[in-house]
């Protein structure tokens, strides 16, 4: 998503191509292949399993891309919210695992190939490039796509408990949300002018 790394301009199709990547560990071909801890986990498959998944995804981008920036960026601000992402998700993703386990739905205990490659990219920045508005727009797309997740589960969930931990979990994501967008907004605003000397 970053390409070439002294560039932060992100493409269009984050959006759509992240929800494929999140759930590309969790489909339920790969659940039938015959593993045995994929076979212990029948419900993986049905609308809660996959938002389970997907939303483990979303949790472990937030906190390891939030990890990485709290070593690059010079901002207290933009480390203050990636220290507030890490404690969040963890806590979130903490829930979600207590929700799976008695459902047997088998979260992943990694980030899928292209999620990882992502958080690599924002790794490997140069000192020299706007390292915050990279993780900045980051944070906007991937919280707008956590949301959708949240909501869509709001809307199509069967199961009662999975669905209120969506619930739960949509003001504070609307919240990291509205924070990632004000920062980037005043990391990006254009300098204002020295008024003109007579």
């Given at each position: 998503?970053?390409?070439?790394?002294?560039?932060?301009?992100?493409?269009?199709?984050?959006?759509?191509?992240?929800?494929?990547?999140?759930?590309?560990?969790?489909?339920?071909?790969?659940?039938?292949?015959?593993?045995?801890?994929?076979?212990?986990?029948?419900?993986?498959?049905?609308?809660?399993?996959?938002?389970?998944?997907?939303?483990?995804?979303?949790?472990?981008?937030?906190?390891?891309?939030?990890?990485?920036?709290?070593?690059?960026?010079?901002?207290?601000?933009?480390?203050?919210?990636?220290?507030?992402?890490?404690?969040?998700?963890?806590?979130?993703?903490?829930?979600?695992?207590?929700?799976?386990?008695?459902?047997?739905?088998?979260?992943p205990p990694m980030l899928p190939p292209d999620l990882q490659l992502?958080?690599?990219?924002?790794?490997?920045?140069?000192?020299?490039?706007?390292v915050d508005q990279a993780y900045l727009k980051e944070q906007v797309?991937?919280?707008?796509?956590?949301?959708?997740?949240?909501?869509?589960?709001?809307?199509?969930?069967?199961?009662?408990?999975?669905?209120?931990?969506?619930?739960?979990?949509?003001?504070?994501?609307?919240?990291?949300?509205?924070?990632?967008?004000?920062?980037?907004?005043?990391?990006?605003?254009?300098?204002?002018?020295?008024?003109?000397?007579?």
């Amino acid at each position: 998503m970053f390409g070439n790394p002294s560039s932060t301009r992100l493409t269009p199709l984050l959006l759509p191509a992240l929800l494929p990547a999140l759930l590309a560990s969790c489909s339920p071909a790969m659940m039938s292949m015959g593993s045995p801890m994929m076979n212990a986990s029948p419900d993986a498959s049905t609308v809660d399993g996959l938002f389970l998944q997907a939303v483990t995804g979303s949790n472990l981008f937030e906190i390891q891309s939030s990890q990485a920036i709290l070593t690059k960026s010079n901002s207290a601000a933009v480390k203050a919210y990636a220290q507030r992402m890490i404690d969040h998700h963890t806590a979130a993703q903490a829930q979600v695992v207590t929700v799976a386990a008695p459902r047997g739905v088998t979260v992943p205990p990694m980030l899928p190939p292209d999620l990882q490659l992502e958080v690599t990219a924002l790794n490997e920045l140069p000192a020299s490039a706007p390292v915050d508005q990279a993780y900045l727009k980051e944070q906007v797309l991937g919280h707008q796509l956590a949301l959708s997740i949240l909501q869509n589960q709001q809307t199509a969930g069967k199961d009662a408990g999975v669905t209120a931990l969506a619930t739960d979990q949509v003001p504070v994501v609307t919240q990291h949300l509205q924070e990632a967008q004000a920062l980037l907004a005043s990391t990006t605003a254009p300098a204002t002018p020295a008024p003109a000397t007579p």
